[in-house]
T-cell receptor, first 119, second 114 residues
């Protein structure tokens, strides 16, 4: 069975600084996705960044980037130039590769890291 | 373009009662999944529906059941409510032929069981 571990329950960062959130996972699958989702207070969860396991290049989305270490089963999120709007709960998630219709769109989430950006 | 919508947003029930939560997927999506998020925890997968059939189920008892309608909307039913069922219930949708892995989430229905 797959597991996802986020070892930092809470973190804080000064506005405009850089912060890294950690995530480790365990799986015997060779083809899978990893995600970081952001859940602002009382708002819906939205995708921050996505990584396909077969791609060696680390994904980037504007101020967000990941450090994907497949052998170490590590998937950390780096947020550069932190903004007040980045304050949220961040979840790391794992999913086996496949089509949604086949029923494989089952996320395994970590317990989350609460990030607070300080003015 | 409407995103995933869920109703009700909040509700309070007592132990032993039954509850029905509703979800309309994002426009163009035909696959719906349900997750339970207890306070301070990550979401846990309940089940996924496609073509009105349950395609996969997580480790939840039979008290949790669901349905998907021809218009792709979905319901989550929980019978014989327990205090431990108090949680935020999230609906997520996707397109069945997608292989990007991305799910689109609603804001959730917060259930409190007293």
């Amino acid at each position: 069975a797959q597991t996802v571990t986020q070892s930092q329950p809470e973190m804080s960062v000064q506005e405009a600084e850089t912060v890294t959130l950690s995530c480790t996972y365990d799986t015997s699958e060779s083809n899978y996705y990893l995600f970081w989702y952001k859940q602002p207070p009382s708002r819906q969860m939205i995708l921050v960044i996505r990584q396909e396991a077969y791609k060696q290049q680390n994904a980037t989305e504007n101020r967000f980037s990941v450090n994907f270490q497949k052998a170490a089963k590590s998937f950390s999120l780096k947020i550069s130039d932190s903004q007040l709007g980045d304050t949220a709960m961040y979840f790391c998630a794992f999913m086996k590769h496949g089509l949604a219709a086949s029923g494989t769109y089952k996320y395994i989430f970590g317990t989350g890291t609460r990030l607070k950006v300080l003015a | 373009d409407a995103g995933v919508t869920q109703s009700p947003t909040h509700l309070i029930k007592t132990r032993g009662q039954q509850v029905t939560l509703r979800c309309s997927p994002k426009s163009g999506h035909d696959t719906v999944s349900w997750y339970q998020q207890a306070l301070g925890q990550g979401p846990q997968f309940i089940f996924q529906y496609y073509e009105e059939e349950e395609r996969q189920r997580g480790n939840f008892p039979d008290r949790f059941s669901g349905h998907q309608y021809p218009n792709y909307s979905s319901e989550l039913n929980v019978n014989a409510l327990l205090l431990g069922d108090s949680a935020l219930y999230l609906c997520a949708s996707s397109w069945g032929h997608s292989n990007t892995g991305e799910l689109f989430f609603g804001e959730g229905s917060r259930l409190t069981v007293l």
